[in-house]
């Protein structure tokens, strides 16, 4: 119970004030952010290594945007004395995880047919080309192509499912920028 000052009327306790402020403490996103982003390489890998799915070009560009996370989220653990330059650097992370989401989501677009996906990815086109210059592009083709989705799980692929995680992590990245940038410490 929460003592009573000279009025009074009940102060409210520590654990109060601490509960209206929000469950975590600005200074933890960055270190959620970071931890987020290397769990979506680990199950990457995992899935690779472990599970033996390759991954195709979309796969690694995907990764590359949660490496840059990952060096944010560095940086940004570095600045809890500086809730301003910790907002900034938090905001700056959950555009990585945003771009990563938007590589996921164009991933589920080539896997689903609604748009076509680069040469690299799906191979180049043999319409006009001679026999031996189809030949060519048969043999330059890719081993993991990125319009057949290599798992799905309830019908939605790992991109699928990649996009989602990495929205989540965004929003999460961007309330704690949010509550850097308003000052609630």
């Not at 809730?83 to 959950?94: F, N, Q």
């Amino acid at each position: 119970m929460a003592p009573a000052s000279q009025s009074g009327q009940r102060m409210p306790d520590q654990r109060m004030q601490g509960m209206r402020s929000g469950f975590i403490e600005p200074t933890a996103f960055a270190w959620l952010a970071t931890g987020g982003a290397f769990a979506a390489l680990c199950v990457a890998w995992l899935a690779q290594y472990a599970g033996g799915l390759a991954p195709c070009e979309l796969c690694y560009l995907q990764r590359y945007g949660y490496w840059a996370a990952i060096a944010l989220g560095i940086v940004t653990i570095t600045q809890n004395g500086r809730p301003r330059r910790r907002g900034l650097l938090l905001a700056l992370t959950g555009l990585a995880l945003l771009v990563v989401a938007g590589i996921a989501l164009f991933h589920v677009g080539v896997e689903h047919g609604w748009w076509e996906g680069s040469s690299a990815c799906v191979g180049a086109s043999t319409t006009g080309q001679s026999v031996e210059q189809m030949t060519e592009t048969i043999l330059n083709a890719p081993l993991v192509r990125c319009d057949t989705p290599a798992f799905t799980l309830f019908g939605i692929s790992m991109a699928g499912y990649d996009m989602l995680y990495a929205l989540a992590l965004a929003a999460l990245t961007w309330f704690g920028a949010k509550r850097s940038l308003g000052g609630t410490e």
